[in-house]
């Protein structure tokens, strides 16, 4: 979940869906397009709303009603934890010290692993807690509101340090190293960053060569910004393999997933990068020399570590909107302890209206990021496992939202808010990373854009077949000749009204009508562009944006319509921040289709790409200085 430079890991995904669309198209409308094996299973209906979004469909099941995964001995096992671990941040961390010292110290440490925090995702009988994750949310909510560098540290051993022998480890492997991930007291890491792969992680050029015993491999390569690379002692690492198909008998190098130890020798480490922020989560290279890997210690099948990579990663992503969430809460908190006591003028800062906008729009952000955080967690829960684009949105969302919120805090607070006193400007440097690992927003827009489409291309093949036998598909062209042809003239298409409370119908239309414009651009898009649709980036970027604020907006909505159902005490501000995202996020929307569809702006791209590219070739600014004589 949590390391450097992890943008690899969308753009990937990014590739594999751009190759598939423009492998898959057949004229300027019809597209063959096969599933990619991690996306979902072809033979069964998709109930991602966010891909059914792309295709025209309103799939709701796993947004309407939002989610409740929990038992109540599962909640009364998250509330017991709640007091102890606030404890432990307020009476144990030290977290000012932890980012000048660029340390934790063991006593700290010690405490962690008492509390469990270390393992809150290994199953009991192994040593751990044995969360869901909508508990393991809840605690991660609690450490990013005091300290997001030793959430990283946390985050980089109890996720992707242990997930990928949770998920794929044989039951050998699992009995052998969970113990020692959690009771055991020793740390892990996830190395598959390489100081040459940038964004192509599938390009990694660390080798794994099977010994002639056939016992072990023997491994050789450098990773790059490991998160607890210098404590760490097992880790979950990719090396290319030299793997023979079956069915022709070639052989080609697929990059495999093991489990390496430090113990095993030739494994070492470099000094700590010196970052910007994050100061106390460590990070570091890890270098592979001639590292003898036993056979059993292979983590899946062999060949298939992108997958597993990819799995490991998208498990635990919501974990990053988990501790921004904590981290917000904060911020506005001392913002809103400032306005209210702060007088300027003869009045108190909270009654300027520019303040209380700030203050308002602030809150709202909290509350969306905060309630994709629990669908995408509490979906995934309830046994959801088509939730890649929907965790792809919370992450992007809840990354901006956090450097937004944090920005404006500093900025109420004025120049209090730019001393060290202050309490934010630590939180706005460890914030700032967060934008670029686990996928790079940017990359990760493309991902959202581009497997999305993918969807659609499917569906206007699947149209294609059956108006080549209309009488035996009469059915399914009536449906999608009235769906568009509904959508075409603003009546029928999909409607959330019927699924939100009472007081929340306009703000239901208003997501509505943002669903139903979407559809049709993207499909027009389509229609217009063919296969090199996946060069338009500057509409698939804004094609991203939509589909993040649409689903932002279902989101609130079903949150909101739980809490008037329930009547609970915050419906009532639940009820107007919903009313606020809808009307924002609906205006962008309809900006963001605009932009896609405008004469103007297209030109306005290529100017952009123009002077772009000059600058890349003047390795500099392009123009000259006004003082500047010749």
């Known amino acids: 979940m949590l390391r450097l430079s992890t943008a690899c ?109 270390l393992s809150v995702y290994v199953p009991p009988e192994l040593g751990g807690l044995g969360l869901c994750n909508v508990q393991s949310v809840l605690m991660a909510e609690i450490s990013g509101s005091y300290d997001l560098a030793l959430s990283l540290l946390i985050g980089a051993h109890k996720s992707i340090g242990t997930k990928g022998i949770l998920l794929y480890g044989s039951d050998q492997q699992k009995q052998k190293y969970l113990p020692m991930l959690s009771s055991g007291r020793v740390f892990g890491a996830f190395a598959l960053t390489e100081p040459g792969t940038g964004s192509d992680a599938a390009s990694i050029k660390t080798k794994a060569v099977l010994s002639p015993c056939g016992k072990f491999y023997i491994m050789n390569g450098s990773k790059l910004w490991i998160s607890g690379g210098g404590f760490a002692d097992i880790f979950t690492t990719f090396a290319q393999v030299e793997v023979t198909d079956e069915q022709t008998g070639e052989k080609h190098n697929k990059m495999t997933a093991f489990i390496v130890e430090r113990s095993f020798g030739g494994v070492s480490t470099g000094p700590l990068e010196d970052k910007m922020g994050l100061k106390c989560s460590v990070t570091n290279e890890l270098f592979l020399d001639d590292v003898r890997v036993p056979v059993e210690n292979v983590l899946g099948e062999l060949g298939s570590g992108f997958k597993i990579a990819v799995n490991i990663l998208n498990s635990g992503r919501y974990g990053l909107g988990a501790m921004l969430s904590g981290t917000m809460k904060a911020c506005i908190e001392k913002a809103a302890n400032h306005v209210s006591d702060r007088i300027q003028f003869k009045r108190k800062l909270i009654e300027f209206e520019n303040v209380q906008e700030k203050l308002g729009t602030m809150a709202t952000y909290h509350y969306v990021a905060q309630s994709l955080t629990y669908m995408v967690s509490g979906n995934m829960d309830k046994g959801s496992v088509d939730f890649h684009l929907e965790a792809a949105v919370s992450k992007v969302f809840c990354t901006e939202a956090a450097w937004y919120v944090c920005d404006e805090a500093i900025q109420l607070l004025g ?170 996020a609906s205006d962008r929307v309809q900006r963001n289709i605009n932009r896609i569809q405008s004469v103007s702006f297209k030109e306005n791209y290529q100017r952009m790409a123009i002077v772009a590219k000059h600058i890349s070739n003047q390795r500099g600014i392009a123009f000259t200085n006004p003082m500047e004589i010749d």
């Open 415 to 584: 120049g209090n808010g730019f001393m060290k006193s202050g309490g934010l400007e630590r939180f706005l440097r460890d914030i700032r990373v967060f934008r670029i690992f686990e996928g790079a927003n940017d990359v990760l827009r493309m991902f959202i854009a581009l497997t999305g489409i993918q969807r659609v291309g499917n569906d206007l093949q699947k149209l294609q077949k059956a108006l080549k036998n209309p009488l035996g598909n009469m059915g399914m062209i009536l449906a999608e000749g009235t769906k568009r042809a509904g959508h075409s003239v603003g009546v029928g298409g999909m409607d959330l009204r019927p699924f939100v409370a009472r007081e929340l119908q306009t703000a239901a239309q208003q997501c509505s009508e943002s669903i139903n414009t979407f559809s049709n651009t993207v499909e027009s898009l389509l229609r217009i562009h063919g296969k090199e649709i996946t060069e338009r980036q500057f509409q698939l970027a804004r094609v991203a944006d939509c589909a993040i604020d649409i689903y932002s907006m279902a989101t609130v909505l079903s949150r909101a319509t739980r809490a008037i159902k329930l009547n609970l005490p915050s419906a009532q501000q639940e009820l107007l921040m919903t009313q606020i995202w809808c009307k924002e």
């Open 9 to 117: 890991r969308a753009s990937d995904h990014w590739n594999v869906v751009k190759r598939l669309v423009q492998n898959s198209i057949a004229g300027s409308t019809s597209f063959h397009v096969r599933a990619a094996s991690s996306f979902s299973d072809a033979q069964r209906p998709n109930r991602s709303f966010l891909m059914n979004l792309f295709g025209g469909k309103l799939q709701t099941i796993e947004l309407f009603p939002y989610p409740e995964p929990l038992d109540e001995e599962q909640k009364d096992y998250a509330r017991a934890l709640v007091d102890p671990v606030h404890k432990f941040f307020k009476e144990v961390n030290d977290a000012t010290r932890n980012d000048d010292t660029s340390n934790v110290d063991s006593r700290t440490i010690d405490a962690l692993w008492d509390l469990g925090l």
